[in-house]
């Protein structure tokens, strides 16, 4: 059974600071895997999809990185802003078209 | 290009009612998942749809039923609601299969189910 993991389960940081947010998964055997943003009582916002042959993907500020191997991915937030504020989950897809499982979120604060 | 659209927004209902959400998928995206979310959790997959057919299941009870129309819209049905079916359910519309989008599931703002 597939489980993600991310910790800590908030983070809280000052304006301009670069920060990675790490989760963990427990079968390798994945398709794809996604990172989410959620602002409170909203719905998710996808921010990348890296897919399995695939070791990184880049958007903006925003850098997730992909070890199957080591069932881990990051994502990296360059220059954080007060806007950053929000939940980030990260969910694997193992099998096409299968269900994504979900990690609980990480909830990050940047302080001005 | 409308993303998601998932009606009504909020609904409140008592224990042993039934309720029934509804989702629209981003356009050219022809499968349709559902999610429950509890306060303070990631989201839970409660069931997919393709093709009119419901192809895969999560660890949900059948008092959770789904449908999805020709149009590739679907509906979440709850029967005998309980306290504990309180969350947000979030619907996401994917394409199957596809090129580089392959996959990538995009979500809806969700529907707050209150039972009280």
């Known amino acids: 059974k597939q489980e993600v993991t991310q910790i800590p389960a908030a983070l809280s940081v000052p304006e301009g600071e670069n920060l990675v947010l790490n989760c963990s998964f427990t079968?390798?055997?994945?398709?794809?895997l996604q990172w989410f943003r959620q602002d409170p009582g909203k719905g998710l916002t996808s921010l990348l999809l890296?897919?399995?042959?695939?070791r990184e993907q880049t958007s903006g500020r925003l850098n997730a990185s992909l070890d199957k191997s080591s069932g881990r991915s990051t994502l990296y937030i360059a220059a954080s802003q007060p806007g950053d504020s929000a939940t980030y989950l990260c969910a694997v897809i193992t099998g096409a078209n299968s269900k994504l499982t979900f990690g609980k979120g990480i909830t990050l604060s940047v302080r001005p | 290009d409308a993303g998601v659209t998932q009606s009504p927004t909020h609904l409140i209902k008592t224990r042993g009612q039934q309720v029934t959400l509804r989702c629209s998928p981003k356009?050219?995206?022809?499968?349709v998942s559902w999610y429950q979310q509890a306060l303070g959790q990631g989201p839970q997959f409660i069931f997919q749809?393709?093709?009119?057919?419901?192809?895969q299941r999560g660890n949900f009870p059948d008092r959770f039923s789904g449908h999805q129309f020709p149009n590739y819209s679907s509906e979440l049905n709850v029967n005998a609601l309980l306290l504990g079916d309180s969350a947000l359910y979030l619907c996401?519309?994917?394409?199957?299969?596809?090129?580089?989008?392959?996959?990538?599931?995009?979500f809806g703002p969700g529907t707050r189910l209150t039972v009280l």
């Open positions: 356009s050219g995206h022809d499968t």
């Open positions: 890296i897919q399995s042959s695939q």
């Open positions: 996401a519309s994917s394409l199957v299969p596809g090129g580089s989008s392959y996959n990538e599931q995009f």
């Open positions: 079968d390798s055997a994945i398709y794809n």
């Open positions: 749809y393709y093709e009119e057919e419901e192809r």
